[in-house]
């Protein structure tokens, strides 16, 4: 049974930063392809970075530039370093995994299978 555990979430003032983690338990082998997404209040969730086994990241838009994705395929973790923090970037955010490869630039939620529980961060003065 494939399970993925976020931690790191919480509340921040804008410009600061946060770290999360996922951690991946289950999979015979490591999944090719892993990413976060978050889902902020009204909102549809929203692919924002993804890696490949390899460590080829893709990134939204949003948050090219202030985010960076990394993965530990020996511990099973993936990480998602939030510098620079806005306040729109407040949301529920889930870390995401899949055998294959990644789909294009691997933030469409309809190609992961897996997904964490969901951690929140808030992001206000």
């Known amino acids: 049974q494939v399970q993925l555990v976020e931690s790191g979430g919480g509340s921040v003032q804008p410009g600061g930063s946060l770290r999360l983690s996922c951690v991946v338990s289950g999979y015979t082998y490591r999944p090719a392809c892993m990413g976060w997404f978050r889902q902020g209040p009204g909102k549809e969730r929203e692919g924002i970075a993804s890696?490949?086994?390899?460590?080829?990241?893709n990134y939204a838009d949003s948050v090219k530039g202030r985010f960076t994705i990394s993965r530990d395929n020996a511990k099973n973790t993936l990480t998602l370093q939030m510098n620079s923090l806005k306040p729109e970037d407040t949301a529920v955010y889930y870390c995401?995994?899949?055998?294959?490869?990644?789909?294009?630039?691997?933030?469409?939620?309809?190609?992961?299978?897996?997904w964490g529980q969901g951690i929140q961060v808030s992001v206000s003065s």
């Open positions: 890696i490949s086994f390899a460590g080829t990241a």
């Open positions: 995401a995994a899949r055998s294959a490869g990644c789909r294009g630039a691997g933030l469409t939620t309809d190609q992961y299978p897996y």
